[in-house]
């Protein structure tokens, strides 16, 4: 088993450390830092199925041509100005009478099926809850959280935010701004979980708040996208943007924060 990884800060500067960690009441994961799709292409896959099945007669070249301006025009936007750019205002443009929010909610249903719980979440999240912390999942999707997992999800977070519903992406920061507003409380309460070293940490530390860059592999270099929309919006270099604490795992979590308590 891999040794835990611990990113503490040095004895002299425990006094501060521990301050912010006594102020944290809430604790925001992004999507892929809780959840893992365990089928390749899920999305892609969900979308097609969902087309068969509300009876679509659009032939399958023209999907895919579809799928590939909108996985396109999604990245695209991402780091150009965070617009989230719904399944169904892409694809599929050949299939009338959608798409509409019923294909929206088929792909999400079908895309639900492979989705699965990173290994490490569950007795994290069961922590949290047990010491008072409040958690949100931020769900960077551009389908709605299917049924089964909006009920899989009741017992470990108090709230959802997805980027459709803001129609907005990270680092944008209407995501947390709308969990400030529904936990009510301010920047400094709150610890964001993430693997983005812009999407996550840069996101949240602009707003005061504090971050935890998850490494689960090691850490490989940021999007280069990434990289260069944070150095061309607010001229920084990534290697600048410093997380509060680093894990190698979730189950590092409730050390980091016992540690402090």
């Known amino acids: 088993m891999p040794a835990r990884v611990h990113s503490f800060m040095p004895p002299a500067r425990l006094p501060s450390h521990a301050m912010w960690m006594a102020d944290l009441r809430a604790v925001t994961f992004s999507s892929s830092s809780v959840l893992r799709v365990v089928r ?3 999305l892609r896959c969900a ?9 679509s007669s659009a032939p399958l070249p023209s999907f895919e041509e ?3 301006r909108y996985e396109s025009e999604r990245a ?4 150009e100005d965070q617009v989230e750019v719904p399944i169904e205002s892409v694809v599929p443009r050949t299939a009338a009478p959608w798409p509409n929010e019923s294909f929206a909610t088929a792909v999400a249903d079908r895309f639900g099926d ?8 569950l007795p994290a999240l069961d ?12 769900a960077d999707l551009p389908v709605p959280l299917s049924r089964a997992w909006q009920e899989r999800s009741k017992p470990w977070f108090d709230e959802v935010v997805t980027s459709r519903d803001l129609a907005r992406r990270t680092p944008d920061p209407a995501a947390f701004h709308e969990t400030l507003r529904r936990l009510r409380i301010g920047p400094h309460g709150l610890l964001h979980v993430g693997a983005g070293i812009v999407e996550d940490v840069h996101a949240a ?8 860059l998850l490494e689960r592999f090691g850490r490989p270099p940021p999007d280069p996208e990434a990289v260069a929309w944070l150095r061309r919006v607010h001229g920084l270099d990534a ?3 410093t997380p509060d604490l680093r894990l190698g795992s979730l189950e590092d979590l409730p050390f980091a924060l016992d540690a402090f308590a």
Do not use: H, I, N
């Open 40 to 42: 390749p292409a899920a």
């Open 47 to 55: 979308a097609r199925d969902a087309l068969a099945d509300l009876g």
């Open 66 to 68: 579809d799928w590939s």
């Open 76 to 79: 695209r936007r991402r780091w």
């Open 114 to 121: 492979s989705l699965e719980w990173q290994g490490d979440v």
């Open 127 to 138: 922590y949290l809850r047990e010491a008072g912390f409040r958690t949100v999942l931020l």
């Open 205 to 212: 530390k602009a707003l005061q708040m504090r971050a935890a």
């Open 239 to 241: 290697a600048t943007v």
